[in-house]
């Protein structure tokens, strides 16, 4: 046993099945097998059975590398509920998030198995990044014309214009106009534990 396998006890005993089924279900969720998640996380396929069956409580820096292998939060591992005004996200509580030229607004509660943002994309950036990650991605163009790679085909789409496909397919956005473009998209990253804005880790200018 690792040093990160540890018996951790603390608390009472009956607080872990809680937390064991929300743990397998999660795995479940993010197509992992067990002895996968328990490589990707430190831990021998044993003790991660163990903690899916309560019969030992994970310690935090347990939580915090399954949640990293699930691409999830540790109150998500935790089975924490979210609360009632978190299903409503006003206008004005969206914080606008800058990366790579790109502005994000959170369009959605965090914790879910699906992100919702409102993107601004302005002409001419990170127009040679190529994203690749599990999931599925939707988009709905707002304003201004967005080229869409996916794979070898590009596609041009204007304002009521959508698109759903497989992350797994090689895509690249950029806006078609001088004054940008502007998105709602919905994508789901459960088994990224990357890309929180989903910036792939594929770079490179497609032909």
Same mark, same amino acid.
């Given at each position: 046993?690792?040093?990160?396998?540890?018996?951790?006890?603390?608390?009472?005993? +009956?607080?872990?099945?809680?937390?064991? @089924?929300? !743990?397998?279900? $999660?795995? *479940?969720?993010? &197509?992992? /097998?067990?002895?996968?998640?328990?490589?990707?996380?430190?831990?021998?396929?044993?003790?991660?059975?163990?903690?899916?069956? +309560?019969?030992?409580?994970?310690?935090? @820096?347990? !939580?915090?590398? $399954?949640? *990293?292998?699930? &691409?999830? /939060?540790?109150?998500?591992?935790?089975?924490?509920?979210?609360?009632?005004?978190?299903?409503?996200?006003?206008?004005?509580?969206?914080?606008?998030?800058?990366?790579?030229?790109?502005?994000y607004w959170q369009a959605g509660a965090s914790g879910r198995g699906?992100?919702?943002?409102?993107?601004?994309?302005?002409?001419?950036?990170?127009?040679?990044?190529?994203?690749?990650?599990?999931?599925?991605?939707?988009?709905?163009?707002?304003?201004?014309?967005?080229?869409?790679?996916?794979?070898?085909?590009?596609?041009?789409?204007?304002?009521?214009?959508?698109?759903?496909?497989?992350?797994?397919?090689?895509?690249?956005?950029?806006?078609?106009?001088?004054?940008?473009?502007?998105?709602?998209?919905?994508?789901?990253?459960?088994?990224?534990?990357?890309?929180?804005?989903?910036?792939?880790?594929?770079?490179?200018?497609?032909?």
């Amino acid at each position: 046993m690792s040093s990160s396998e540890k018996e951790h006890t603390g608390g009472p005993a +009956g607080e872990l099945p809680a937390v064991a @089924p929300q !743990l397998r279900s $999660l795995r *479940r969720r993010a &197509g992992l /097998t067990l002895e996968a998640a328990a490589r990707d996380a430190g831990l021998s396929p044993a003790h991660l059975s163990r903690l899916e069956t +309560g019969q030992r409580q994970p310690s935090l @820096p347990m !939580l915090l590398a $399954l949640a *990293r292998v699930y &691409g999830t /939060t540790v109150s998500d591992l935790l089975g924490e509920t979210v609360a009632d005004r978190d299903a409503i996200v006003r206008a004005g509580d969206m914080e606008p998030t800058h990366a790579g030229g790109w502005t994000y607004w959170q369009a959605g509660a965090s914790g879910r198995g699906m992100q919702a943002l409102r993107v601004r994309v302005p002409y001419g950036s990170q127009g040679d990044i190529v994203r690749v990650h599990p999931g599925e991605e939707w988009l709905y163009v707002l304003r201004g014309r967005l080229r869409l790679r996916l794979g070898d085909t590009t596609h041009v789409l204007a304002p009521g214009d959508s698109a759903h496909f497989d992350s797994l397919t090689p895509h690249r956005l950029a806006a078609g106009d001088q004054d940008g473009v502007e998105l709602l998209f919905v994508h789901t990253l459960l088994q990224s534990p990357t890309a929180a804005l989903c910036l792939g880790p594929i770079t490179g200018e497609l032909p």
